[in-house]
């Protein structure tokens, strides 16, 4: 157990439907992340927050709408995915003060996109 | 750029013998260096992490790893190999900028471990 708490854990949505992911953390972190794991592929780095402000997006498609009300929560908000969208998402975060941090994950939620 | 690779993609131990997971990472600077492990079905745990001092790291579940600066390495190494460590094992460099990790990850290594 990390802190961070990811859901669902499983979700299979069609090409037409609209989801939400959702990561919550009350480690008291600033930064938090979502990351794109697929088969046969490293990790890759979607989105970045820091103290609720976006600070990274790595060319990710409009399909992916990140959200993040405040330093606990992240969301992921999905709609018209196609299905090489499948996979698995992991939520990260981190402290920011000092710079000997480290990023802790959530589970993941695994997604299929039919 | 900044990449990190890892050589192997499966390695099948006996349980009980040692283990050394290879990691190399190219990065412009005195790199931030991570190992993750990943059970089936589950998020990343780290292992252990080397940001500065002793090139000679210690973390959990008995491994360690050791950072080499002339080699752009940082191998994972556990002496004595038990069932429980089959796993996937991700090395990642982690440049801290901004306030934040932005973490690299190489492609993992999937660890079996035989009786």
């Known amino acids: 157990e990390t802190g961070v708490t990811q859901t669902p854990r499983h979700l299979v949505m069609g090409m037409t439907n609209k989801k939400s992911l959702k990561c919550e953390q009350h480690?008291?972190?600033?930064?938090m992340y979502w990351y794109k794991q697929s088969a046969k592929k490293p990790l890759e780095l979607m989105f970045v927050y820091n103290f609720k402000e976006q600070t990274e997006n790595n060319s990710v498609p409009s399909r992916f709408s990140p959200e993040c009300p405040n330093s606990s929560h992240l969301f992921l908000h999905l709609h018209t995915l196609q299905p090489e969208d499948s996979a698995l998402y992991l939520c990260a975060s981190s402290p920011t003060a000092g710079e000997n941090t480290e990023a802790f994950f959530g589970q993941g939620t695994r997604l299929t996109v039919v | 750029a900044q990449s990190v690779t890892q050589p192997d993609i499966h390695i099948t131990v006996s349980e009980g013998a040692s283990l050394e997971l290879r990691c190399n990472y190219s990065y412009g600077a005195t790199p931030y260096l991570f190992w993750y492990v990943q059970s089936p079905g589950q998020g990343l745990q780290l292992l252990l992490k080397?940001?500065?001092?002793?090139?000679l790291v210690q973390g959990i579940k008995g491994f360690e790893a050791e950072f080499k600066r002339s080699q752009s390495s940082f191998n994972l190494r556990k002496p004595s190999v038990h069932w429980s460590d089959a796993a996937e094992y991700f090395c990642?460099?982690?440049?801290?900028?901004?306030?934040?990790?932005?973490?690299?990850f190489g492609a993992g290594t999937r660890l079996a471990v035989h009786p």
């Open positions: 990642a460099v982690g440049p801290f900028s901004g306030g934040y990790n932005k973490l690299i």
């Open positions: 480690l008291g972190h600033n930064a």
């Open positions: 080397y940001f500065s001092g002793d090139t």
